[in-house]
Each structure stands twice: as C-alpha cells, then as structure tokens.
C-alpha cells in the first residue's frame, strides 16, 4: 500500500498558504532563522513525538532551481547564495557566487554559455544574475522588482531574459544592456514564467489563478487562461510551442493550445493528492513530467495526458525539476537533496545527498 501523508491539504486556501510560507521557509532554510517555522503549513505540522531534538547543525537548504545544460553533461543546482554545478561525467563540481539569499530559479541560454540566475530578498528586492560560464563573471540586471523573483527563463534566441516576482510583475532583460521593462496585468504574485521555442510569447503563472500569454517583443498581454480554480505555481511550453502545460493549488494538470492570438484548455486531469510544485516539459516533447507536495513525481503523455510512470515516493516535498535531452529527469527536494532517474528504466542516482556539495556526487543503490 503507497504510504500517504496525512495531513495534506484539503483545501486551496491551504495550497496558497502553503506557497506562501516556502516562500518565508527558503529564507529560514537558507539563513537558518527562526520565523519562518512559526506557523507551518498543515502538511509539515509534526505530532508531538515527532518533533526532532533541537540541533546546533546548519539547516539543509531546500533546492528549488535546477537546470540541466543544453548538451546535458552537466546540471546546475541552487543553494544558498551560489549555484552549484554538477558534472554528471564525474568530474570535478563548480560554484557561482550568486546574490540575495536562496536561489529560486535557474536557465541555461540554449548554447550553453550563459546561466540566468535569480533570487532576491523578501518584500525588499529581486536579484537576477546572467552568468558568462567562459569566464564565471556576472552581470546584474536591476531596477523592476521590488521582492524575491520567483522564476526565470532564457528566451530561445539569446535576446532577452524573462523573470517574475512576488511583487505581481513578470519582466523583459536585455543581457547585454542590462534593462528591463515590466509586464503588469496580474493581481497577485506571479509564481512561474516561461518563453516559446520561438521566442515570440511569454507565458506567466499567478496567485490570481490565471494564465496569462504574452507578446514578447510589444510587451504586452494577448491573452487570459482562467480555467483553474486555485493559484498556479508552475508553467512550460511544449518544444513546439503549440502547447502550454501549468498546475499548482488545485492539484490538477491542465494543457492549453496556445496560439498567437488566443488559447484553449486542451486537456486535464487531476494529478496529484497535493498542491503540484513544478512541471516541465521533456526536450523531445513526448512527456511532462510533475511534482507535488504529496511527495510524488509523475511521468504523463503529453498528448493524452495518461499517467505513464509514478516514481517511487520522495523522502521530502520535490520543489524542481529538469529533464534533459538524453532522458534524465532531476529532482531537487525541500530536505536539500537532488538525484536523477533514468526515465526508461527508472534507475536512480544521488547527485547531492543532504549536506553534500557539488563534485563528490555518489551513486545510490
């Protein structure tokens, strides 16, 4: 019998007061401060006998950003102001000093050479880094938002980076320039962002339960998804870009058309017993793949939507997740731990152990 938890949420309201205290718990997992577990959600109360004895040990740092690089040889993790890159051939690890506190998200440009990286202090600012890899310099993008950003992505072309934040605003970067320009159309905090593969469209995710897509060179918002009854956290274009795939509170996996004038609900299906944290779409757009706070990872058909694999249950909540082109799916867990399956066989490997650092990854039986 699969082991369930007994105390997941029972109601959107949870799932956005959930979301909301990660977000003050990456700032305790990352500085080690006490506030944030002042009032955790329902699904991480412990009975009283199973509260652990107090400890002088720095607490894990949840991995909530991961990106595997284009070739896929290599996979960026982050941690507490740094990313951590991990090479997947065994060979010696890398860190990036980023800025902030906890690093939220993360993308590779599609050649490879530089790495977005975004983070932020809470209700103070939003930091954005884009790392040249040749030379381990970064160059900071500044003046949109005023909390954590929440997401980011590179667009296909190189041309621009897109973000968003806790302060309702989704942006537009010039790498090269450094400015940016705000997207303003949500009514809540925007929780995840992605770019089409041809980057021509954003789209945004948010506490206001919409989806919205935008025109990525005008900047302005073409349409409105309002299909979900809960706040979404998480969204992914299909590599063609002809689908767009969110989930988040209400624990359903939808699938939109997306077109460059207006969208529809393609499909959906409920997904997990608890809020879903992450979706991402596999490179050769065969699958997505979904995490939730039920502690599951799930493979489905990305055409039918048909459960195709459920992973064995995670020792802690799965917060990220990256697929990469050669069938390898990442997870990064609120415990700190990252591993990798093979999608086929469903063999899997511990890449970061719980306080482990990047370069002394070990398999894992």
Known sequence: ????????????????????????ALTFGATGGANAWAAPPPSRRRAPSQVPAASSAAP????????????????????????????????????????????????YSRDGARLAVASGLPGRSGELLVFDLSS???????????????SV???????????????RLASIWDPKS????????????VYGIAVSPDSRRIATVSGDRTLKIWDAAAGRRLYTLSDSTAELYSVAFSPDGSLVAAGGADKMLRLWKSGA????????????????????????????ASASEDRTVKLWDARTLTEEKTFPRQNDVPLS?????????????????????TIESGQYRSLLPRGQRAGSSRRQP
């Open 1 to 24: 019998m699969r082991e369930t938890v007994p105390t997941m949420h029972s109601s959107e309201n949870d799932g956005v007061r959930s979301r909301r205290w990660f977000c003050a």
């Open 60 to 107: 894990a740092v949840p991995r909530g950003a991961l990106g595997f690089s284009p070739a896929g040889e290599r996979l960026a993790v982050g941690g507490y102001r740094e990313v951590e890159i991990v090479d997947l051939n065994g060979g010696p690890g890398r860190a990036l000093t980023a800025e902030g506190e906890l690093v939220t998200s993360l993308a």
């Open 136 to 150: 381990g310099r970064p160059s900071r993008l500044s003046g949109v938002h005023s909390d954590r950003i929440q």
């Open 153 to 167: 992505a590179f667009s296909a072309d190189g041309n621009f980076v897109a973000a968003c934040s806790y302060d």
């Open 178 to 189: 450094g400015r940016g320009r705000a997207l303003k159309d949500h009514t809540d905090a």
């Open 261 to 288: 004038s207006d969208g529809a609900l393609f499909d959906s299906t409920f997904a997990h017993e608890g809020p879903i944290t992450q979706v991402v779409f596999s490179p050769d757009g065969r699958h997505v």
């Open 321 to 341: 997740l990256a697929m990469s082109g050669s069938g390898q799916l990442a997870v990064g867990r609120y415990d700190g731990t990252v591993g990798m399956y």
